[in-house]
């Protein structure tokens, strides 16, 4: 079998006639053989491919070396340190990869490519439940079957009715792409904006603009939605100025990385109610500790990072690297390759 490693213009030329992958997916090895299974099933190609079961880093520190493929949910610059000139390529099961996004990895040849796409359904999911959780005030009806007091005008006058309204979103990947079709489905608008787009472009249905203009997203969205990946350029992207930006009805919703808010900022917004609320489930610092300010607001939903969670997660991420693996061995181009300058 004819095994072929990418070059820079992402083709591939025939270097070795097999393929040592490692596979750090889970300690259970109960788990790991089902995983296993999965994979070799939607592979057009098993022989001469050796699959070693990586459960840990001490592990992973003795096996790198010797490694040409790495699955895995992220890797430290330690453990790097120890990988060959062999590694030819790691897949991070996972869309936010910033924490494995080093100095050496950067500048290594090693290609890294990530888990994007598979998070869409359960976000954008996710993020309208939310939007109706603030709109139709499920709050407050949770606290009429506690209390018992019949409070149908008082709750019922202060419901929003979706149609009609605005959804901002930025970053208008694949997730964003979903949120935005969801919406759309409620006879929402639409504004996005996203990092490559250099001009506006209007369409029935949604506007897409320059991430230069956010400004107008901001001013003129009843629902912002943070959906774009955590660099040096969106990193505290929404702070102080942005905030007060929006309509004093506004919900902000937080579902990519916390530090893309300046949470001090969006604590004092809602403190003072400058904004109607807000929700997230990302932070700045996770686990978030339980003197939290958040904790103590009312006007806050609050969800411990489970937006891109599922129970068929880990089956969904290895089916989809079994896609590229394939495409690896045909000598095609990977998908999701991280780009090492944008840094996503």
């Known amino acids: 079998m004819k095994i072929y490693f990418p070059l820079k213009n992402n083709l591939y030329?025939?270097?070795s006639t097999k393929l040592k992958i490692g596979l750090q997916l889970t300690k259970n090895s109960k788990k790991y053989s089902q995983l296993l299974k999965v994979l070799k099933s939607n592979l057009k190609i098993i022989d001469n491919l050796e699959f070693i079961q990586i459960p840990n880093?001490?592990?992973?520190?003795?096996?790198?070396?010797?490694?040409?493929?790495?699955?895995?949910?992220?890797?430290s610059k330690e453990l790097f340190s120890n990988a060959s000139d062999k590694l030819k390529w790691i897949h991070i099961g996972a869309a936010g990869i910033?924490?494995?996004?080093?100095?050496s990895i950067i500048k290594s040849r090693t290609v890294i490519t990530n888990a994007r796409g598979i998070h869409a359904t359960p976000v954008s999911e996710f993020v309208l439940g939310i939007i109706l959780y603030l709109s139709k005030k499920f709050k407050k009806c949770?606290?009429?079957k506690r209390d018992k007091n019949w409070t149908q005008w008082e709750i019922a006058s202060q419901t929003i009715q979706l149609k009609g309204k605005t959804i901002g979103i930025i970053g208008y990947g694949k997730i964003g792409k979903a949120i935005a079709k969801k919406c759309i489905n409620f006879d929402m608008k639409v504004?996005?904006?996203?990092r490559l787009q250099k001009k506006y472009e209007v369409k029935k249905t949604y506007e897409l603009i320059p991430i230069s203009e956010l400004d107008y997203l901001l001013e003129n969205s009843d629902y912002i939605v943070i959906a774009c990946p955590l660099t040096p350029m969106t990193k505290g992207l929404i702070g102080k100025k942005e905030i007060n930006k929006l309509k004093p009805t506004a919900f902000l919703i937080n579902i990519a990385r916390g530090e893309i808010i300046i949470?001090?900022?969006l604590i004092n917004a809602l403190e003072k109610k400058i904004i109607s609320g807000a929700a997230l489930d990302v932070f700045e610092n996770e686990p978030l500790k339980k003197t939290s300010p958040f904790f103590n607001l009312d006007n806050i939903f609050l969800s411990p990072h489970i937006s891109g969670n599922f129970p068929e997660y880990q089956k969904a991420m290895i089916t989809q690297f079994s896609d590229n693996l394939n495409r690896f061995i045909n000598g095609q181009s990977l998908k999701n390759r991280i780009c090492k300058k944008r840094l996503y």
Not at 191 to 194: G, L, S
């Open 142 to 144: 949770e606290k009429f």
């Open 98 to 103: 910033e924490k494995s996004l080093f100095p």
């Open 191 to 194: 504004i996005a904006t996203r």
């Open 13 to 15: 030329k025939l270097e």
């Open 57 to 75: 880093n001490d592990i992973l520190k003795c096996q790198i070396g010797s490694l040409d493929i790495l699955v895995t949910y992220s890797i």
């Open 263 to 265: 949470e001090k900022e």
